[in-house]
């Protein structure tokens, strides 16, 4: 049973920092590429960043530079290291496994001014 638990969200002033966390289970993490998405209220779903089995990484333009993505895979754990946020990053952020479009339940980020 593949399962992806995040958790980490909160309220943050701006400037402020989160760390989110993926706990995965019924799959070898190692095996796969991994992702964060997040949506906000009335917008659509947006690609937040992503890391490859081999832990390079690539990053949405808005968050370049501010997010790091990484993985534990000992831990069956993925992160999103998330620095000076802004009122734009306030949303629900969400883990998915590239292979097989499997979902987290997300966790709400709310940055506020």
């Known amino acids: 049973q593949v399962q992806l638990v995040e958790s980490g969200g909160g309220l943050v002033q701006t400037g402020g920092s989160l760390r989110l966390s993926c706990a995965t289970s019924?799959?070898?993490?190692?095996?796969?590429?991994m992702r964060w998405f997040r949506q906000a209220p009335g917008k659509e779903r947006e690609f937040v960043a992503f890391i490859t089995i081999r832990g390079d990484t690539d990053y949405a333009d808005s968050v370049k530079g501010r997010f790091t993505i990484s993985r534990d895979n000992e831990k069956n754990t993925l992160y999103l290291q998330m620095n000076n946020l802004e009122p734009g990053d306030s949303a629900i952020y969400y883990c998915?496994?590239?292979?097989?479009?499997?979902w987290g339940q997300g966790t709400q980020v709310i940055v506020s001014s």
């Open positions: 998915n496994r590239q292979t097989g479009a499997y």
């Open positions: 019924g799959f070898t993490l190692q095996r796969y590429n």
